[in-house]
């Protein structure tokens, strides 16, 4: 999924505080994009996307955006973090007639995006908290040989080379956990994923 494919929304524009006084007051759905050209490698494909969210007031949901803490599980310590970068952050929304369909909206944009990508957008998938399970439920869908493969085509030669032949059941479930970001049993004892048969 890339932004261009996003049906609906308002025309884009650059992320600053000016910006948050243009967005409707009513519910919705808001995504944020690299500008210019920008696209990030995913598992699978890659994507211009690095966060979607929704709110009950779109401005005051993006207003919530600008109030910096220092701490990195807030999203506009991550997002000024983006900004840092040489790359300027797009904003565009799409208005809804209620905040129960606007949660809905926001669940089905991530569905797509993992169904694409086989992961969430990076800003998305920091949220301390956040069982990611639009991603576990696609890698659960792959076999040990298909999701080995999906990253064999996506990682660096040097990480490639790390990647096991085969993988146990035990390892595939704790593949699957570490890349769906959930907690991962047996990670007090610091088992690793190691190489298989």
């Given at each position: ?24 007051k009513e519910p919705g759905v808001y995504v944020f994009r690299l500008a210019g050209a920008g696209r990030l490698p995913k598992l ?92 576990e439920k696609t890698l659960r869908a792959l076999t040990a040989d298909e999701l080995l493969e999906t990253l064999r085509t996506r ?43």
């Amino acid at each position: 999924m890339e932004s261009r494919e996003l049906d609906g929304f308002s025309d884009w524009k650059h992320w600053c505080e000016r910006t948050v006084g243009l967005a409707p007051k009513e519910p919705g759905v808001y995504v944020f994009r690299l500008a210019g050209a920008g696209r990030l490698p995913k598992l699978k494909g890659e994507s211009d996307i690095v966060y979607v969210g929704w709110g009950e007031s779109l401005q005051k949901r993006l207003s919530d955006h600008l109030t910096l803490r220092d701490d990195e599980r807030d999203l506009g310590f991550r997002l000024k973090r983006v900004l840092a970068v040489p790359r300027a952050l797009g904003v565009a929304w799409k208005t809804l007639t209620s905040p129960k369909e606007a949660r809905k909206y926001e669940a089905e944009l991530l569905e797509a995006y993992v169904a694409d990508h086989i992961e969430l957008p990076p800003l998305n998938r920091q949220e301390t908290g956040k069982k990611d399970r639009q991603t576990e439920k696609t890698l659960r869908a792959l076999t040990a040989d298909e999701l080995l493969e999906t990253l064999r085509t996506r990682l660096p030669s040097e990480q490639r080379e790390l990647l096991p032949i085969s993988l146990s059941a035990e390892q595939h479930e704790a593949l699957i956990a570490k890349l769906a970001g959930l907690p991962q049993r047996g990670s007090a004892s610091g088992r690793k994923v190691n190489g298989g048969s």
